[in-house]
């Protein structure tokens, strides 16, 4: 239950921000949290030059 909202969390922050900076700016975490949430949720996602983040 937890992890599905901290999943959900993270999904908006990556659809929201151009960033993982910004992403984690949002969610108040630090990058290596966010870096391992990312990791513990297999949640892959790729910043493209002149584009948003692509998740995976």
């Given at each position: 239950?937890?992890?599905?909202?901290?999943?959900?969390?993270?999904?908006?922050?990556?659809?929201?921000?151009?960033?993982?900076?910004?992403?984690?700016?949002?969610?108040?975490?630090?990058?290596?949290?966010?870096?391992?949430?990312?990791?513990?949720?297999?949640?892959?996602?790729?910043?493209?030059?002149?584009?948003?983040l692509a998740?995976?």
């Amino acid at each position: 239950m937890v992890e599905q909202f901290e999943k959900s969390l993270i999904l908006a922050a990556l659809k929201r921000h151009k960033s993982i900076v910004q992403c984690c700016e949002a969610l108040n975490i630090p990058r290596s949290t966010f870096v391992d949430k990312r990791r513990k949720y297999d949640l892959t996602c790729a910043v493209f030059p002149g584009t948003v983040l692509a998740i995976f």
